[in-house]
């Protein structure tokens, strides 16, 4: 039977809090419960939210990206239409292209059903282990409810039938074609009808009622056997209504509604919260997740925590971690809009520069996407970019090994950079040459990026760094990526 090997999320780093927001929108709509939420910066969406995440998820595993036989996403965010952004992360993180590779869309049941999708095939016995992901950074109407409610957050779980911490159990859905939100293409917004309480009854409550029912009776359990309930948040009251009105324990969701701190997250949001039930739960406490998404219904399972649970405790942020003070930086309501790319100022002139042909993109995919270096033969350094002659003087070999770049290091010198000439970027941030792990070359070994996520101040001679993926911009209406540092807090598991 399938079951959960390891897991991880990522939440953003900047909030804004819902009385911002009411300053600017003082009849505006109010997304009950919510008291602030996440927002994916300038460089972030679904595809580096993804990507961070299952990078935790494979370290709470302990597996490799070469183990996954699978990757399925779940988003209703992506910023295409007809190209694939689950193949964008699984070159990201290293996975195999002869695997099993799928987008899940038309909701926000979308996450739950990749993860369900993926268990599939862990019980079919088609894969070993399977990758599965709900991602989402939806945006609504200035003024809107949805603008209050809308966060962003990313969940990934590593799927398998041997050694799992958790095991699912029976399932159900209840699918309809209600629905009080939608958008369409070439739309940016989610449409509602502007009745919140037609939504909550009739859609959300209505769904996940009959499906939670539904698993309760065919899994012969009740309420009082639930320890924890993660279920989908589009606000911050009506899951604890549902949870009220079923009779469930009330202590069950008690670890598990999140979106008071970070708002609806869309197809990650049950899996957000199935992740924090699970950093609490101990063997043999049941969990019953279940998710919604309007125009499509819900999906309701069970998962019991098995006996493995707490060996792997040590090995992943809790997600508790990304609610405290110094996980988050506070943005007012103007500068959210501009993140949202609604306020805009004439730019300097872009350098000029050659567009990105698709052979170009796809020569140096493993090398600019993929993080892959040459390693030199001869004297084991390390080069990045990749090059035809070996950088340390005294070597000059021509024969490499094809190799994974590490991933953190060490600042080694660091500059302030006050001028930007391309969007999404904002100055001043600082920039840094860093010496990756590894063999202590001369030479190799070294990268020059932007730093994100990290104050001025802290940026320091022989401070840690870690490479993480993000937006670079985007041209032709392609996204392009790259990576910038982010400085590794000192008490990061794994670190």
Same mark, same amino acid.
């Given at each position: ?276 039930? /699970? ?8 969990? $019953?997740? =279940?998710?919604?998404? !309007?125009?499509? #219904? @819900?999906?309701? *399972? ?58 170009? /993109? ?8 993929? $993080?892959? =270096?040459?390693?030199? !033969?001869?004297? #084991? @350094?390390?080069? *990045? ?111």
């Amino acid at each position: 039977m399938a079951g959960i090997i390891g897991y991880g999320v990522t939440i953003p780093k900047k909030r804004i809090s819902t009385k911002s927001i009411a300053k600017i929108w003082p009849g505006g709509g109010i997304a009950a419960g919510i008291k602030e939420k996440s927002v994916a910066a300038e460089d972030e969406d679904i595809v580096t939210l993804a990507v961070e995440a299952s990078f935790n998820a494979l370290k709470h595993a302990g597996l490799s990206a070469s183990d996954i036989g699978a990757l399925y996403l779940g988003t209703v965010s992506s910023q295409y239409i007809d190209k694939s952004s689950a193949i964008l992360i699984a070159e990201a993180i290293g996975i195999s292209c002869d695997v099993k590779i799928a987008d899940f869309g038309g909701s926000v049941r979308a996450g739950s059903a990749a993860f369900l999708g993926c268990a599939g095939l862990i019980d079919s016995k088609k894969i070993k282990y399977g990758l599965a992901i709900g991602a989402d950074c939806q945006a609504g109407e200035m003024g809107s409810q949805l603008e209050t409610a809308y966060g962003a957050g990313a969940a990934a779980f590593i799927l398998g039938a041997d050694d799992v911490i958790a095991e699912l159990g029976g399932c159900a859905s209840q699918s309809t074609s209600l629905n009080t939100t939608w958008r369409v293409a070439g739309k940016d917004y989610v449409n509602f009808y502007d009745d919140a309480r037609f939504h909550r009854t009739a859609g959300y409550f209505t769904h996940i009622k009959q499906a939670i029912g539904k698993c309760l009776a065919e899994t012969n359990l009740k309420p009082e056997d639930i320890s924890y309930l993660a279920v989908s948040q589009p606000d911050g009251k009506s899951p604890v209504d549902v949870a009220k009105s079923l009779k469930f324990k009330p202590e069950a969701a008690s670890f598990t509604i999140l979106s008071p701190m970070m708002g609806d997250v869309g197809s990650a949001s049950s899996l957000i919260a199935l992740a924090a039930a /699970l950093d609490n739960a101990r063997p043999d406490e049941k969990i $019953l997740v =279940a998710s919604y998404g !309007s125009g499509a #219904g @819900s999906d309701a *399972f069970i998962v019991t925590a098995k006996e493995g649970i707490n060996a792997k405790r040590g090995r992943i942020t809790p997600v508790q971690n990304y609610f405290e003070e110094n996980s988050k930086q506070y943005i007012e309501y103007i500068q959210y809009e501009k993140i949202k790319g609604r306020l805009k100022s004439q730019a300097l002139p872009e350098p000029m520069s050659s567009v990105d042909s698709s052979p170009s /993109l796809w020569r140096d995919k493993d090398f600019v996407f993929g $993080l892959m =270096a040459l390693k030199c !033969s001869k004297c #084991g @350094s390390i080069n *990045f970019p990749r090059r035809n002659i070996c950088v340390e003087k005294d070597c000059r070999s021509r024969q490499f090994e094809k190799v994974p770049l590490p991933r953190c290091g060490v600042i080694e010198t660091f500059f302030h950079q006050y001028v930007v000439y391309l969007d999404p970027e904002q100055a001043p941030f600082p920039m840094c040459i860093a010496r990756l792990a590894g063999k202590q070359e001369e030479y190799g070994g070294k990268v020059t990026a932007m730093m994100v996520d990290s104050p001025m101040e802290d940026v320091k001679v022989g401070a840690k760094v870690e490479l993480v993926l993000r937006r670079h911009g985007i041209e032709n209406d392609i996204v392009k990526y790259g990576y910038k540092f982010r400085l590794i807090k000192e008490d990061k598991v794994g670190g």
